[in-house]
């Protein structure tokens, strides 16, 4: 049997956000749905304040629900659902102004 599968929006953010820790007093707003040799894929569902820092691998942004603005390098951007963002290794950004149901896949790569 293969490891092939299917996972609806709602089964992926049903979890979150997961337990407190230090970096997400909130919760943690994300689950790895996908853990793969150079590929990582995860839902993120950030409330309040969005504590990620830049990432040492390239990753992109599906936005699948609700909006938020973007902060690439301290320059805002509007981001809603339908819309994809590329964002190269070591470059800051966050969301902030997230709807109430904004959800975003996020791939990581390398």
Not at 24 to 43: D, F, K, M, S, T
Request: proline share 10%; aromatic share 10%.
């Amino acid at each position: 049997m293969s490891d092939a599968w299917i996972k609806t929006l709602a089964e992926a953010i049903a979890p979150l956000p997961l337990p407190a820790t230090a970096k997400w007093p909130e919760g943690e707003p994300y689950q790895c749905l996908l853990n793969q040799p150079g590929a990582q894929l995860l839902i993120f569902t950030p409330r309040g304040t969005d504590h990620q820092t830049e990432h040492t691998r390239d990753e992109a942004y599906i936005c699948v629900a609700g909006t938020a603005t973007l902060e690439i390098e301290g320059k805002p951007q509007p981001f809603a659902a339908g819309d994809l963002a590329w964002i190269p290794k070591n470059v800051p950004h966050r969301f902030i102004g997230m709807s109430e149901d904004f959800a975003t896949w996020v791939a990581f790569f390398g």
